[in-house]
């Protein structure tokens, strides 16, 4: 049956269960009573000083947030007693790469010259000159960089102490100088990152307060729910450098814009399309991982507009601001093609093929069920359709591994790639002892609690609907079905849209976390926002009073605060002492002793350490995402293959590879059945299962093709003993 348009007059934020009826008046004989309106300037100054004080509130909160995530760096570690080696490989795998490229900021004889050395990299995947700015979204370690240089010009100018330095004995290791204070890069780099962290937290607070009908109980218990959670929603405590560490506040604050302009009647179309435009785009700037959290973005909003709860007008503000976004980040990172090929880039394009079809679907298809089939038929044809002549077109493939990735999770296929990724805990599904931690503290049940009475209110407000449309009049006439209109369609809505996406939101986020654990740290924190819910007016209605709803909330928090109270006592006693003497031994050889030219290959962890530490040249590192970088480390991990040692010594020294750093673990450890190293090679050469693993070999007795120069109880360094040496 055909369904009438919104109710005039309906806001689309109002009540679900109330809804006016047609001009034959109340059904039930009774006049709607008088309202009388308050007074505008008494009613303005009351909710500004409630906005001013939410503001401080969120300035506390955000705070708070950075003193913690200080205290467990600090607690960790023990950072402000390092040297400024130790500090260096404290920063392992990845984050030591991004590092390098700050440090190299702070070290080049000027800022151009720094800029030069990070767009023509011939060190990092030698002998290959690379656009670290294109491959790595290192935008960020070029600002703070650049900020520094300008910081330490100044504070020496102005004969300004920055620093304090000390030596520290070490007990049977050597003694070191340590020093501390925003002036040392290390300290600078790490406060610039939790700086941008406290205010993330301020965003939350915000969010939750304006997703509740700004009130400060649904700030509050957004973040509760977020410090008790803590250690599932972010890992910025342990692992600063990370891009999310940069990139997850401006998620925040575009989710939030998201919000806010669903939420508005008649939003603007410039003013809220450049807004949600910027923010998306610094999301996307540090971060390859981005493109998907707006890819479930951009399907979250397309389900509304499916389902009539907003109109074509604020699809495309969303839409039109994040294609703006993706092709500005596709400039800024000098024509980055996985931007393109992404199923985010065919997705929008999808959705706007969608609208342009809207009137097309709209008026031949009058049913509310079928008209979402259809769009949903094109959006998944489109977007994968889109996506293969893109990817076919510009001849790219470095996403490939994201697809094998989901491939391998769903069926028998493997190979040496996607091995690398799933053998790691982060890449694998959902741990049940997550979903049991988020549970004790009442999270996930709030989130299917919340989901719940929205669904009903949303049904019930349909049903009604469907009621409305098919009463009939006193001349036994149902009201007629309004033929398709542009205008109205743009501009159609129904009540609480703002609260449907952010629940949308959340379960998308959700459905990513169940597939790649490491993706929690978008679902856990978008629960803690959605729990803000709970201090809805109009969403829990039914409890009665607002004294009860209150009770109500601080029921769930003294619960909620029983394990995660104690949560946050296990972060906080956690003590840690840093000490990695067999890695500062091996970098301490290879600067005292080899010469500064040489080429170094090994397990990626270790090669960034080499890059940050040495400044040596390498032929691969953690960075995994370019098919070209695949290849060579796979190239290089053919020493942990069963091919004999000859023919790994003749593909390392075709790589112009001079030392190869040869790790034990990497030979014997296994995280779970079929995922050491030599088992992992066997997926790709199984006519060798069964011979003795390379490395073994290196091991024992490397000779003739490496000669060992350095080795301790971790590492062993071999020479390659070239073949065909240079004259």
Same mark, same amino acid.
């Given at each position: ?261 669903? %939420?508005?009647?008649?939003? !603007?179309? @410039?003013?809220? #399309?450049?807004?949600? /435009?910027?923010?998306? &785009?610094? *999301? ?124 391998? %999770?769903?069926?028998?296929? !493997?190979? @040496?790639?996607? #091995?690398?990724?799933? /053998?790691?805990?982060? &890449?694998? *599904? ?298």
């Amino acid at each position: 049956m055909v369904r009438k348009q919104p109710f005039k007059g309906s806001n689309g934020n109002g009540d679900l269960s109330k809804m006016k009826k047609s001009s034959t008046g109340n059904r039930r004989g009774k006049k709607d009573a008088p309202t009388i309106a308050p007074s505008a300037g008494g009613k303005s100054s009351y909710f500004n000083n409630w906005v001013i004080v939410a503001f401080l509130l969120a300035g506390v909160a955000g705070w708070m947030h950075g003193v913690h995530i200080w205290t467990m760096f600090e607690n960790d570690r023990h950072f402000s007693h390092l040297s400024s080696l130790e500090r260096d490989l404290t920063f392992r795998t990845e984050m030591g790469l991004y590092y390098s490229y700050f440090k190299t900021m702070v070290e080049a004889p000027s800022t151009l010259n720094g800029i030069g050395q990070i767009v023509r990299d011939n060190i990092t995947e030698y002998p290959s000159t690379i656009n670290v700015l294109k491959r790595f979204n290192l935008y960020p370690e070029l600002i703070i960089g650049a900020i520094y240089r300008a910081f330490r010009s100044f504070t020496e100018a102005a004969k300004i102490k920055t620093q304090t330095c000390w030596k520290i004995n070490r007990g049977e290791l050597p003694p070191i100088n340590s020093c501390e204070g925003i002036g040392v890069p290390h300290y600078f780099y790490v406060t610039c990152i939790y700086t941008l962290n406290s205010i993330m937290m301020s965003l939350v607070f915000l969010y939750g307060w304006y997703l509740s009908g700004n009130s400060l109980w649904g700030a509050v218990i957004c973040v509760a729910f977020y410090f008790f959670n803590h250690g599932e929603a972010t890992r910025v405590m342990w692992t600063p450098p990370l891009r999310e560490s940069y990139s997850f506040p401006f998620l925040i604050l575009e989710l939030l814009l998201v919000t806010h302009m669903i %939420k508005t009647q008649n939003p !603007n179309y @410039f003013k809220h #399309m450049t807004a949600i /435009c910027l923010a998306a &785009f610094f *999301f996307m700037l540090p971060w390859q991982f981005a493109q998907f959290a707006l890819l479930t973005q951009s399907a979250c909003v397309l389900a509304l507009y499916m389902l009539e709860y907003i109109g074509s007008w604020k699809l495309n503000i969303v839409i039109h601001a994040q294609l703006i976004a993706l092709l500005a980040n596709f400039v800024f990172q000098f024509g980055n093609e996985m931007l393109l090929t992404s199923f985010y880039a065919s997705s929008l394009l999808s959705i706007m093929l969608i609208v342009k079809l809207e009137s097309k679907i709209e008026g031949s298809i009058r049913n509310l069920i079928a008209k979402c089939l259809v769009k949903g038929i094109v959006w998944l044809v489109g977007t994968f359709g889109l996506k293969k002549v893109i990817a076919t077109a510009l001849r790219t493939a470095d996403d490939a591994h994201i697809w094998e990735i989901f491939k391998s %999770k769903f069926s028998d296929f !493997n190979n @040496f790639h996607t #091995m690398l990724y799933t /053998c790691a805990k982060e &890449f694998d *599904f959902l741990e049940v002892e997550t979903v049991v931690k988020l549970s004790k503290t009442l999270l996930i049940p709030s989130m299917i609690f919340i989901t719940f009475v929205l669904a009903i209110k949303c049904l019930r407000y349909e049903y009604l609907s469907y009621v409305e449309s098919n009463t009939v009049d006193e001349d036994g006439q149902k009201p007629e079905v309004p033929e398709y209109d542009a205008k109205v369609a743009a501009h159609r809505c129904k009540p609480n849209a703002d609260v449907l996406y952010n629940v949308l939101q959340m379960i998308a986020f959700s459905c990513m976390a169940i597939l790649i654990m490491r993706l929690k740290l978008f679902m856990t924190p978008m629960m803690a926002i959605t729990a803000s819910l709970f201090a809805h007016r109009q969403l829990f209605a039914f409890l009665g009073p607002r004294y009860r709803q209150v009770s109500f909330l601080v029921a769930i928090l003294a619960v909620a605060s029983v394990a995660g109270i104690g949560n946050l006592t296990s972060q906080w006693n956690i003590i840690g002492e840093f000490e990695n003497w067999p890695h500062e031994e091996l970098l301490n050889f290879i600067n005292e002793n080899l010469p500064p030219n040489a080429v170094f290959a090994g397990a990626m962890p270790t090669m960034a350490s080499i890059k940050l530490s040495c400044l040596r040249p390498i032929v691969n590192h953690p960075h995994y995402e370019d098919a070209g970088l695949r290849e060579r480390t796979m190239r290089v991990y053919s020493m942990y293959s069963r091919r004999s040692l000859e023919q790994v010594r003749d593909t390392v020294e075709a790589m112009g590879v001079d030392f190869y750093i040869l790790e034990d673990s990497w030979c014997t450890r296994k995280t779970r059945e079929g995922c050491q190293m030599p088992q992992i090679w066997d997926i790709e050469e199984p006519e060798n299962a069964g011979k003795t693993p390379a490395c073994s070999y290196a091991r024992g007795n490397p000779e003739p093709y490496f000669k060992e120069v350095f080795k301790n109880n971790v590492y062993t360094l071999l020479q390659v003993v070239k073949k065909n040496p240079k004259a």
